[in-house]
């Protein structure tokens, strides 16, 4: 079976070494064959980004360059419509097939919250699903909501499983942590605070040079 294919997506509002720390972490601990990261156009689950979709595509598209094992989808920026993953999910079995194992990568507090998601159950039909805990907090049944619970205890998988058929399967793996939110990135750059070292030099010239996150 090929190698299977880690999906990243996300705000990137702006894109930060947190991201990119993950998206690299993942390929090493899961043994995925790259990741493709996959900006949103119109996220349903927050208010409206304060930069352009088309800007977060092309913060993220400088950051990932120098990564031959890195891919960046344009798809959901391009759609004039929400980006819901499940209709993501879709997408890419239509363009990839129903063989290859695909991997949606996801942060513990998001996957805690997957219940609020469109559709969220049809996610294991689609692929599997990764969740990136902090060092001495692994993911466990008794924090999630008991429906999610159930779910992941019925699925919770060592790395070995994503090789053994193309979606169903919950893993965890542990990532180094580092106390980057895009969050606070705004914050230190509306106030015209220094974020270097907290994000790529090409992503923080691109932010520079467009004057992004300003107050007005």
Request: aromatic letters at 8%; proline letters at 7%.
């Amino acid at each position: 079976m090929t190698e299977p294919l880690g999906l990243f997506g996300g705000t990137f509002d702006p894109v930060h070494f947190g991201h990119l720390r993950l998206a690299e972490e993942a390929i090493g601990n899961l043994g995925l064959g790259g990741v493709r990261w996959i900006p949103a156009g119109q996220p349903p689950h927050r208010g409206a980004p304060q930069v352009t979709g088309q800007q977060r595509l092309e913060m993220v598209l400088r950051s990932t360059a120098g990564n031959a094992r890195f891919s960046v989808d344009a798809s959901e920026v391009e759609a004039a419509a929400p980006s819901y993953t499940v209709h993501t999910l879709e997408r890419l079995r239509d363009e990839i097939g129903l063989d290859r194992p695909l991997v949606l990568l996801v942060g513990a507090d998001a996957f805690a919250g997957l219940p609020t998601w469109h559709r969220w159950r049809d996610l294991f039909d689609l692929a599997h699903i990764a969740v990136a805990q902090r060092p001495g907090f692994p993911v466990a049944a008794g924090s999630l909501p008991p429906e999610l619970a159930a779910e992941f205890t019925t699925r919770l998988s060592d790395t070995a499983g994503l090789q053994l058929a193309p979606a169903g399967g919950i893993v965890t793996f542990t990532m180094t942590q580092l106390a980057i939110s895009a969050t606070r990135l705004r914050e230190l750059l509306a106030t015209g605070k220094s974020v270097r070292y907290l994000l790529p030099d090409g992503v923080l010239d691109y932010i520079n040079l467009y004057q992004l996150y300003k107050s007005p």
